[in-house]
């Protein structure tokens, strides 16, 4: 019997282009049976904590609280490169977040993180991410911190950019992406089982980037009502080559995060980051 790698991620164009390679049968599984489980990225960060998952999409900031169970795979990432999740109000709302309630995606995406870093000690409340562009919109909550295609389509709904996280960390950092989510993959697999898994990864992302039309077509499946050219520019600010392979600024950017994360104490620890190399 084949054994089963289950690939957890979320039901977005983005992770869906990335699995193209996977979906079309590109993919030389070396044996291994794949399977792929959808869910929002708050869901798979807590699935996580119990390793429900082989692989799982993961925040960074989960990361921080998994990484005895889990390694990054050194693909797979999702980083804002002078873009990234954004604050948003009414036109008449708030022109700062002082004393404001913003309303965020969960406690654990890289997200809330960034925010907690940029201004400490907001007041919040937490609503499923797809929720929250229209509750800002409604005037259920004072404003809101949207990720996936709300930073594309905000302003279709009227509402005023508060801050751009991924700009206000770019700048902070002398041009450094920020870092959202991650691909990780359980450590009992064992080294073997990792690389050849991270081998298997590293090939569908490399297809759907040769194979773009095709794998824009596939991801058109999963873009929550996004216009084609909004499912293309998507994909593009969230799978490039950072997603490929991190490299040497990607790496920096993700110690970054984490080292600044513990020295606010926005963590439970400081962070060991390691990386399972397909062909160390």
């Given amino acids: 019997m084949a054994t089963k790698i289950t690939i957890a991620h979320s039901p977005d164009s983005d992770d869906a282009f990335m699995f193209y ?17 959808l869910s929002d990225i708050e869901t798979l960060n807590r699935a996580a904590v119990t390793g ?13 609280h998994l990484s005895d169970k889990y390694a990054l795979l050194p693909h797979g990432a999702s980083m804002g490169d002078n873009y990234g999740p954004m604050v948003v109000v009414r036109q008449d709302g708030p022109k700062t977040l002082d004393g404001v309630t913003v309303a965020i995606p969960g406690l654990w995406t ?6 907690q870093m940029y201004q400490p000690g907001l007041k ?3 609503l499923p991410f797809d929720e929250i562009l229209e509750a800002v919109r409604d005037g259920k909550v004072e404003a809101g911190l949207l990720i996936h295609e709300g ?17 206000w960390w770019f700048e902070r950092t002398g041009g450094l992406p920020l870092p959202l989510g991650g691909n ?18 590293h090939a569908s992302i490399a297809h759907a980037l040769t194979h773009r039309a095709e794998a824009l077509e596939y991801a058109k499946t ?6 084609d050219a909004q499912i293309d520019t998507f994909v593009g600010m969230y799978v490039n080559d950072l997603t490929l392979d991190y490299g040497e600024r990607g790496r920096t950017a993700v ?6 994360a513990w020295e606010k104490r926005l963590v439970p620890a400081p962070v060991n980051v390691e990386f399972v190399g397909a062909n160390d």
Avoid at 110 to 115: E, F, R
Avoid at 184 to 196: E, Q, T, W
Avoid at 222 to 227: E, K, N
């Fill in 124 to 126: 919040y409340v937490v």
């Fill in 255 to 260: 110690r970054r995060f984490f080292d600044e």
């Fill in 52 to 64: 429900t998952y082989e692989v799982t999409a993961a925040s960074f900031h989960a990361f921080a």
């Fill in 184 to 201: 990780l993959i359980r450590r009992d697999l064992g080294p073997a089982m990792m690389k050849k898994t991270s081998r298997m990864l």
């Fill in 21 to 37: 390679g996977f979906a079309c049968g590109a993919v030389d599984t070396e044996g291994l049976e794949i399977a792929q489980v």
């Fill in 151 to 167: 930073q594309l389509t905000y302003g279709d709904e009227g509402l005023r950019l508060v801050v751009d996280l991924g700009v």
């Fill in 222 to 227: 999963y873009g929550r009502g996004l216009a």
């Fill in 110 to 115: 890289s997200a809330w993180l960034a925010l």
